[in-house]
């Protein structure tokens, strides 16, 4: 079955840099897309960045040139490298995966950006 598990979720301050990691399994990880949600309290959950299998990029506005997404497909990994953390960006992110219509959720990871 479709398992994501990420990590790298932190305390950081403003201004600093945390690395996230989905690691996939039970499916094809280079054929398919992947992306990072995020949700703050009180807020809906929010697209933040995919990768395609071709290694096309899309990105929310309010993370475009700070943020990185990346693959590897010989790890079945995905990251995210936050730079320029704003407290804003405090939030639990998801991985996610979409299969034959349905959509695959690792556990979260928790991302507080405070001093």
């Known amino acids: 079955q479709v398992q994501l598990v990420e990590s790298g979720g932190g305390l950081a301050q403003p201004g600093g840099s945390l690395r996230l990691s989905c690691t996939a399994s039970?499916?094809?990880?280079?054929?398919?897309?992947m992306r990072w949600y995020r949700q703050a309290p009180g807020k809906e959950r929010e697209l933040v960045a995919t990768?395609?299998?071709?290694?096309?990029?899309w990105y929310t506005d309010s993370v475009v040139g700070r943020f990185t997404i990346s693959r590897d497909n010989a790890k079945n990994t995905v990251y995210l490298q936050m730079n320029s953390l704003k407290p804003e960006d405090t939030a639990v992110y998801y991985c996610?995966?979409?299969?034959?219509?349905?959509?695959?959720w690792g556990q979260g990871t928790q991302v507080t950006v405070s001093s």
């Open positions: 990768i395609t299998s071709v290694h096309l990029t």
């Open positions: 039970g499916f094809t990880f280079s054929n398919n897309a």
């Open positions: 996610n995966t979409r299969q034959i219509m349905t959509d695959y």
